[in-house]
């Protein structure tokens, strides 16, 4: 999940391109990008060939949709790692605690 990168400076559409197409270096499978910036990632992305893409205008809008992935993958049982990046003007805080719940409730604490 990365939200916009705020205080870069020029040319932002270009440096989130670029950040998209960075992920698959990395391994990413799937992006969920949040903010104005988005369609950016998502564009860098999917030239980078991640086909799984998301996006969100809010951090709240992506909420409810990483909790599914986490319980998705738990009855699937498969192993899931999720990065959580943003300045923190896109306000990602709320997805970091719905997955410590997400996590807690199906370990049954």
């Known amino acids: 999940m990365l939200g916009d990168m705020r205080e870069i400076g020029e040319p932002e559409a270009e440096k989130h391109v670029a950040l998209g197409e960075s992920l698959a270096a990395f ?9 104005c910036h988005s ?7 999917r030239q980078a060939k991640i086909a799984d893409v998301e ?3 809010s951090a ?3 909420v409810e949709r990483v909790v599914q992935n986490v319980q998705c993958a738990h009855a699937a049982r498969s192993d899931i790692v999720i990065l959580v990046k943003a300045s923190r003007a896109v306000g990602l805080e709320c ?9 807690a409730a199906l370990k049954g604490e």
């Open 55 to 57: 996006i969100f205008a």
């Open 60 to 62: 709240q809008e992506a």
């Open 27 to 35: 391994g990413v499978t799937q992006l969920m990008a949040i903010g």
């Open 95 to 103: 997805v970091s605690t719905a997955l410590r719940e997400a996590f």
């Open 39 to 45: 369609a950016a990632m998502e564009r860098g992305a």
